[in-house]
């Protein structure tokens, strides 16, 4: 069993940042890949970015050139840098931990509010 918890969202103006962060607990040693997505109204959800353990990083074409994922194994820490946010970005944002790269688990966190106002 995997625990994450998501923090750092919130209310941002366009052109501007936010910081993710999501740390995991439990079965970590069995956590291959990290990986954040998001959930808009209406919308489903979709894969932002992810980062294997040993770095192999990817991004969603709307990610590429403003968000930067990062993780520390050795504390079990995975977050998202995102730069030049557009209200577009508004969104839910979940933490995913997976053996799978190609796959996300059925482990989430309980996700944490980013908002870009115009």
């Known amino acids: 069993q995997v625990r994450l918890a998501e923090s750092g969202g919130g209310l941002a103006q366009a052109g501007g940042s936010l910081r993710l962060s999501c740390v995991a607990s439990?079965?970590?040693?069995?956590?291959?890949?990290l990986g954040w997505y998001r959930q808009a109204p209406g919308k489903e959800r979709e894969v932002v970015a992810r980062?294997?353990?040993?770095?192999?990083?990817s991004y969603a074409d709307s990610a590429k050139g403003r968000f930067t994922i990062s993780r520390d194994n050795a504390k079990n820490t995975v977050s998202l840098q995102m730069n030049s946010l557009k209200p577009e970005d508004t969104a839910l944002y979940y933490c995913?931990?997976?053996?799978?790269?190609?796959?996300?688990?059925?482990?989430w966190g309980q996700g944490t509010q980013v908002t870009v106002s115009s």
């Open positions: 995913n931990a997976a053996a799978n790269w190609y796959v996300p688990s059925n482990y």
């Open positions: 439990g079965s970590t040693l069995s956590i291959n890949v």
């Open positions: 980062i294997r353990r040993l770095g192999t990083v």
